[in-house]
T-cell receptor, first 113, second 113 residues
Framework: AQSVTQLDSQVPVFEEAPVELRCNYS??????LFWYVQYPNQGLQLLLK??????LVKGINGFEAEFNKSQTSFHLRKPSVHISDTAEYFC???????????FGTGTRLTIIP | EAGVTQFPSHSVIEKGQTVTLRCDPI?????LYWYRRVMGKEIKFLLH????????ESGMPNNRFLAERTGGTYSTLKVQPAELEDSGVYFC???????????FGPGTRLTVL
């Protein structure tokens, strides 16, 4: 069975500072990995995804994530955050042949001016 | 092109009443998914349609929940009778191809009093 752990429920970061949101997964088979963002009063939006190939994935809004198979991690990073990045971020996994997503509990990112 | 739409955006009902949530996927998307987030917890998969057929309904919590997708277009999720623990945000997602992440709608916030 798959599971996703987002270790930090809340992350406060000063504006223009770097941020890393952590995600670890557990699966007995190869997985696809995703990061979604939910801005206040909006739906989920796909930030980036890893299906295969290069382990460094670049997404929208300057975010990137690195797939590390040995550590079963898919941490999300941004070198310099802005107020507009205030949102809740969700890591999710799925595997081929079973498209349902298994989500982590989310990390609420707060940007401090 | 319109995204995934959900109606209503909010619903407040009494325990024991019936509620029907609607999802309109992106035109041409055969795959439609329902997810639910109970407050403070992770987003959980409910079921997956391919056109009008239920591909996977392993996440449906009990027989008080009934999902339909007549004609392979929009989908409805009926809760009858509603219980307090059904409160949460119900998300719908759609995708064109299998094995890829879906586009999510804004969600329906259901409150059962």
């Amino acid at each position: 069975a798959q599971s996703v752990t987002q270790l930090d429920s809340q992350v406060p970061v000063f504006e223009e500072a770097p941020v890393e949101l952590r995600c670890n997964y557990s699966s007995s088979v190869s997985v696809y990995l995703f990061w979604y963002v939910q801005y206040p009063n909006q739906g989920l939006q796909l930030l980036l995804k890893y299906l295969s190939g290069s382990t460094l994935v670049k997404g929208i809004n300057g975010f990137e994530a690195e797939f590390n198979k040995s550590q079963t991690s898919f941490h999300l990073r941004k070198p310099s955050v802005h107020i507009s990045d205030t949102a809740e971020y969700f890591c999710a996994v799925s595997y081929f042949g079973n498209e349902k997503l298994t989500f982590g509990t989310g990390t609420r990112l707060t940007i401090i001016p | 092109e319109a995204g995934v739409t959900q109606f209503p955006s909010h619903s407040v009902i009494e325990k024991g009443q019936t509620v029907t949530l609607r999802c309109d996927p992106i035109s041409g998307h055969d795959n439609l998914y329902w997810y639910r987030r109970v407050m403070g917890k992770e987003i959980k998969f409910l079921l997956h349609f391919v056109k009008e057929s239920k591909q996977d309904e392993s996440g449906m919590p009990n027989n008080r929940f009934l999902a339909e997708r007549t004609g392979g277009t929009y989908s409805t999720l009926k809760v009858q009778p509603a219980e307090l623990e059904d409160s949460g945000v119900y998300f719908c997602a759609s995708s064109q191809d299998r094995g890829t992440s879906g586009y999510f709608g804004p969600g329906t916030r259901l409150t059962v009093l």
